[in-house]
């Protein structure tokens, strides 16, 4: 690492990170490939050392002055750890302020856990892609063209790739951030912070016909069978429909779609279409419909910058500008009580489908995507596609596994095929 530090201010997105996090809860999501043949720590490491000089953005740690939280060059490599049991555990702060960012190998997997304040799932994504081709080359001798998000590790990195694209496309008119509370499914919480995570293997196939056949995109049937599966929790847990809650999932959106941006931090907001319980029952396929034309609503151009100019507009206030960084947490906090979490019962990110260089795919096996669980809320699910299978990973730090079962009988309820992996052991389900 150089000998001048690299500083960077916190994006627009990532500012809440380090104001709301504690002891129990960091915003730690992960992304990992699977390869052929077991992991060689020492190559990993050989490579890690060389892919983390092209990604200063991302070699962070986070400090702070008297006004703000800010990023910093870390000083050393950080060292690759053998995985646990249990992904995306909490990251200390005494971990965040030496390095954001973990790279962890286990049999054939190699992982990386970001905290949420230096990237976004994309940057998060090129970043690993980057990291096995290097690995590829150093064991493999395999020469990977820098297409298809793999970097030149030895190439300059380019200024708009550590660009704040939030400040950059911010308009002026902002959107509401108001919104109504959504219920929340309860459990057993486990000991020690412990996540169980379950996961869907699906014929990508098969759910692509059936979204195809009710003319709604992979998005959306996702989400509208997760809303369905919570909704029969609330169903039996409260009975009478006048005081049910709205079941509302929280879906982060790429917003590199609407705006040219080469940014590897976050550049992605939040959409959170649902139904509304209490007026009574709907059917899968209402609740289809209904998703369908909330995200056709909510996703537009115009709507994105609206909340984009909204989260920028509360960064830019002169007062809170000035204000010293503990008061600055106080209302953060505040804030994402009120707006955060309890205005929807799980987040679905879906990264889409992962495309390699054809000389990286021999190689690979599979890439899985973990968003670690809410402060507040029990399971949160990370979808992300590679060749002809969709994984689905339902994350949870409850004991009690109703939602994940629900949700994958729904799916094959719709002829798609799935096979659960729960703590490492499959069982095939079928269609």
Known sequence: MSNKRF??????????????????WSNVFRLSVTLTEEIDPIILQSSLA???????????????????????????????????????????????????????????????????????????????????????????????????GVLDRAGKPDKNESEDSFLKYRGTVSGSRKEETAYHISGTREPDGFHNIITGIVNLNDALAASKSRSVSLTTLLVSVMIYSIMEIQNREIPEKSKQKPVKVLVPVNLRKYFKSSSFRNFVLYVTPGINASMGDYTLEE????????????????????????????????????LPLFMKNIGMKAAYSMIGEKKSCISMSNLGRVKLPEQMNKFVERFDFTL????????????????????????????????????????????????????????????
């Not at 115009?302 to 509360?314: E, I």
């Not at 949870?396 to 799916?411: A, C, G, K, W």
């Open 7 to 24: 500083r960077l201010p916190l994006d627009n997105a990532a500012k809440i990170y380090p104001a709301v996090r504690n002891r129990k």
């Open 50 to 148: 060389v892919t983390i000089k092209r990604f200063p953005s991302m070699a962070m740690k986070l400090d702070k002055n008297f006004f703000w939280y800010y990023l910093e060059e870390i000083s050393v490599v950080p060292k690759v750890r053998q995985d646990s049991p249990s992904p995306c555990s909490i990251m200390k702060l005494s971990e965040i302020k030496t390095c954001a960012f973990r790279v962890l190998y286990s049999g054939k997997r190699i992982a990386v856990e970001f905290f949420h304040s230096i990237t976004d799932g994309n940057g998060g994504l090129i970043f690993l892609k980057t990291l096995t081709a290097e690995y590829l080359l150093q064991k493999e001798h395999v020469e990977v063209p820098f297409i298809d």
């Open 287 to 322: 609740i289809i419909q209904i998703i369908h034309h909330q995200m056709k609503i909510q996703l537009t151009e115009k709507q994105m910058k609206a909340k984009v100019t909204a989260n920028v507009k509360a960064e830019l206030n002169m007062f809170l500008r000035v």
């Open 372 to 431: 670690g669980v809410q402060s507040r809320s029990h399971n949160n699910c990370g979808i992300i596609s590679y060749r002809d299978h969709l994984y689905i990973n339902i994350i949870r730090n409850i004991r009690e596994s109703e939602l994940e079962q629900l949700f994958f009988e729904n799916l094959r309820l719709l002829d798609i095929s799935v096979e659960i992996e729960d703590n490492c052991v499959s069982r095939k389900v079928n269609a």
